[in-house]
């Protein structure tokens, strides 16, 4: 069948087209040879190559030269798995190797605990088990995202259940054996029931057959040869016959022979099989000519290095040999390359990025769709099944997803944290408050910070070498008229923000001799004119460290498709998905394990605007004379902070509600001062450790806020998360209610003429309140649109007025201030349309409304 090509399809530039006027054969040769990794990209970035990708020719000419690939199952402690990881290995020039990951399997698999796997042919086979411990299987094609549901034809057993997918050449049909104890049953796919082919042998392992050849399983049983056993077993897909194969004389001659000691596989197109009877070595075996029992020959000899069993999956073009074992007595599964020139064996399993204890098979990847070879069965899709949500149904939408990330050269991490995020959404995953269980926070739970011990100058410095400041660098001043990072706008005397707290932790470290680093965490938005900035800072005594926080493809709202496919490759394609990124993307960076290898235990969080939050070692030594893992510094809440956050007990535990979290009919309740009296001040402590268990785990599921915005005409949809939110997540948190000082935001010009008045002074980079002004709440200040960006701000104010003896000030329309000017009182100044109203220099406005000219004088 011809590929058919879309008339809309990509690949409109000239050489691409030149590309596709080649005979269909010559098109399809080409694509088949194209590795795998890259292939995956063009399907994404070109329709007509995916058409091309769904032509049987295409798929069986691909399959015969696909490269070598592993499929990683991870292990729960309860032996079962949630995640799969498909990687690629190739042999590189000369002697060494290649690992390219390729994690999109762990979103075409299913939600529920896989407990083994087995392939044939490009097709995968799981067997997931159930809460009722009744289990189903799953047929699959993880490339193309399609896969078939079949039930077990018994519940699962203790021991006994042996299962595996084969092939029948004859009949062209793929099978799935499944027997316990004495009983067989094989299920043709396309069929849609399971048929007894009578009585199977007895003595079976407890595990599934990946060793197929010539139309056969192979397999080892529990008992080996301490049992009499002389052959292997196998199982032939063509005739639905158990029979054996015969081992050399040799082998049966050596005792202690069996499933772990030894194992079965396919090995350069060859039944092999490894067998270790001194603990010295393991031989490994291949059976030239099959069936044939003389053909049996030792053709390397590895030496034992304490692995329970050895299993050679693949012979690379170099010659070197991919293996798998089982270490001793931790049953732990390395992946090894072993060199039979040099009769070298390297362990390769960090090649892999796999974190957790896995095991592995091997796997070759095909583009053969089920439903070619299993019509008449339901096939499903996963992306479908586990996002709930018939938008991700249009064909190549989640290798979009994959592989825009491909594009801009974006890690896996990234690319695993998007897909999770999106799925939870898309699943309608959401934390529900019961209104009634919510509980005021105890003083244990939310800590007076009046109740902290003194720090004594003694134990400054050694607090301080436990600590790492963090500042969230990710937004720009676009709000306040500004373009770059936002944390570079000039704030005070000339001063940024990024200069103050350098000057903040300069002071820490030239005072007590200690080396607390600056970390900053940008946006692809602010990256680059960050590090130029930064440059500034070399001569200090503040080792500045920088990563990215992860960058996310906007959602169109209409059907879900990633913004830079839709024409937007540029940055209005993409997003930083808010601070609750923080924690995987410290860790992605590797500055997490970092730190605490330097011996560093907390890390103090903070928005790079806020001027308040400076280093507080009295908090600090509370976190760590209690063992709180998490902190969260609240402040008394006025009537322009009922929006935000506050905390709350609730099922024993301290956690964040915010106002989306709130039922409509509480709302006004929510926003009482008199109810909920603190809120979220984002300044956050967090035990270093602590971040490592739960990213690793994958246990902070912090509350998604969707965020819906409009990007040149296009409705679009960004899914981003809090730091504050994770707060439930780790063991003892707690918050502090610490002085309304430590929240100092410079969110807009008029929070800037704040800071830049009077009210403020400056000391080693410290803003601090002016002891002048009696009153303990700041004015509030209202500047019109014409105030809004910075440079008009500043363009307005020959000085900063004096506003020590300020309550309020309202500021409309075209006016402009003269110097030395000073405020007092309620003060309202009002320019009449079209008027051009200037307050002159030294003018001294107490409790006044102006509305012209007439109301200066006098």
């Known amino acids: 069948m011809a590929a058919t090509e879309p008339s809309n399809g990509s690949g409109s530039s000239s050489s691409s087209s030149r590309f596709f006027q080649l005979p269909n054969a010559l098109i399809l040769e080409i694509l088949s040879r194209i590795p795998i990794k ?18 049987p020719e295409f798929a069986r000419l691909h399959f015969s030269r696909s490269s070598s690939c592993f499929l990683f199952k991870t292990i729960s402690p309860g032996y079962g798995s949630y995640d799969l990881w498909l990687a690629q290995v190739e042999a590189k020039l000369g002697a060494g190797i290649e690992v390219s990951n390729l994690n999109f399997t762990q979103y075409n698999a299913p939600t529920c605990c896989i407990v083994g796997m087995s392939a044939c042919n490009g097709l995968l086979c799981l067997a997931v088990l159930e809460q009722s411990q009744s289990g189903t299987f799953y047929v699959c094609n993880p490339v193309l995202d399609e896969f078939i549901e079949i039930r077990r034809p018994y519940r699962f057993g203790p021991r006994g259940d042996f299962w595996g997918l084969g092939y029948s050449t004859a009949t062209k049909q793929f099978k799935l054996l499944h027997t316990r104890c004495a009983m067989a049953e094989i299920y043709t796919l396309g069929t849609g029931s399971w048929r007894s082919i009578g009585n199977a042998p007895i003595a079976w392992v407890n595990s599934s057959s990946n060793a197929f050849l010539n139309d056969a399983l192979h397999w080892f049983t529990l008992s080996g040869l301490d049992d009499g ?27 202690k022979f069996g499933r772990h000691s030894s194992s079965v596989g396919v090995l350069g197109g060859c039944l092999s099989m490894t067998h270790s009877s001194n603990h010295m070595s393991f031989d490994i075996w291949v059976m030239k000519e099959y069936g044939v029992k003389e053909s049996w020959t030792k053709q390397f000899v590895v030496p034992y290095s ?24 931790d049953r732990r599964a390395i992946v090894v390359c072993y060199d039979p020139q040099r009769k070298y064996l390297q362990e ?3 090649m892999f990025q796999i974190h957790s204890p896995f095991e592995v098979i091997f796997y070759t990847p095909n583009f053969v769709s089920l ?25 190549g939408l989640f290798f979009a997803f994959s592989f825009i990330f491909l594009s801009e050269s974006l890690n896996t991490d990234t690319e695993n944290g998007f897909i999770n995020l999106v799925s939870r959404y898309l699943s309608g995953e959401a934390q529900h408050v019961e209104w009634s269980k919510i509980q005021t926070p105890t003083d244990k739970v939310v800590v007076p910070y009046d109740s902290l011990a003194p720090i004594s100058e003694a134990e400054t410095k050694k607090l301080l070498d436990k600590l790492v400041v963090l500042k969230l660098n990710g937004g720009l001043g676009t709000t306040m008229g500004c373009t770059g990072p936002k944390s570079v706008i000039e704030v005070r005397s000339g001063f940024t923000f990024l200069d103050l707290i350098v000057a903040q932790i300069q002071n820490l470290n030239t005072k007590y001799g200690c080396n607390v680093p600056l970390v900053l965490m940008n946006s692809f938005n602010t990256h680059d004119d960050t590090m130029k900035i930064v440059e500034l800072y070399e001569k200090t005594d503040v080792k500045v460290h920088i990563f990215n926080q992860s960058q996310y493809p906007r959602l169109v709202a209409e059907d879900f498709t990633p913004f830079p496919c839709k024409g937007q490759p540029g940055k209005d394609g993409w997003y930083p998905p808010g601070h609750g990124d923080v924690f995987s993307s410290l860790k992605n960076s590797g500055k997490l394990d970092a730190f605490i290898a330097e011996g560093k235990e907390y890390v103090f969080v903070a928005n790079s605007d806020n001027l308040g939050a400076i280093v507080d070692l009295k908090i600090l030594n509370h976190l760590i004379q209690n063992k709180n893992e ?35 009919a509480h709302v006004n309740e929510f926003k009482s001062i008199e109810k909920f009296k603190i809120f979220n ?4 402590w967090v035990n270093l450790k602590a971040i490592k268990r739960l990213v690793e785990a994958d246990a902070l599921k912090m509350e998604i806020i969707p965020n819906p915005k409009e990007v040149n005409g296009v409705k679009v949809l960004q899914l981003e998360t809090a730091a504050g939110a994770a707060i439930r997540f780790f063991d003892n948190a707690i918050g502090i209610n610490v002085p309304r000082s430590r929240f100092l935001p410079v969110k807009a010009t008029s929070d800037l003429l704040l800071v830049q008045s009077d009210l403020y002074t400056l000391a080693d980079g410290n803003v601090s309140r002016n002891t002048a002004r009696s009153n303990p709440v700041n004015p509030s200040i209202e500047l019109g649109p014409e105030f809004k960006k910075v440079s008009n701000f500043l363009s307005r104010f020959k000085s900063i007025p004096s506003i020590i003896g300020l309550d309020s000030l309202v500021v409309s329309g075209d006016v402009w201030f003269g110097d030395n000017i000073v405020l007092k009182g309620k003060v309202k100044i009002a320019a009449k349309e079209g008027v051009k109203l200037e307050v002159p220099d030294g003018a001294v406005i107490e409790n006044k409304e102006i509305n012209g000219p007439e109301g200066l004088s006098g």
């Open 348 to 350: 390769i399993s960090n």
């Open 681 to 684: 001040t984002n300044n956050l």
């Open 38 to 55: 890259y292939l995956l990209q063009c399907r994404c970035v070109c329709k007509r190559f995916l058409c091309y990708t769904y032509d």
């Open 306 to 329: 304490g692995y329970l069993y050895l299993e050679p999956m693949v012979v690379l073009s170099n010659g070197k040999i991919i293996m798998s074992y089982k270490t001793w007595p």
């Open 371 to 395: 439903g070619d070879v299993v019509k008449g069965e339901q096939i499903f899709s996963w992306i479908t099944s586990n996002l709930t949500s018939l938008r991700f149904l249009k064909s």
């Open 229 to 255: 056993n002389e052959f292997i077993h196998s199982f032939d897909f063509d005739v639905e016959k158990f029979g054996t194969v015969p081992l050399s004389d040799h082998l049966l001659k050596q005792k």
């Open 630 to 664: 998490y902190c969260m510094e609240v402040t008394p809440k006025t009537l322009a902070d009922v929006k935000g956050g506050t905390l709350i007990s609730y099922d024993g535990k301290v956690q964040l509600l915010e106002i989306a979290q709130v039922p409509d």
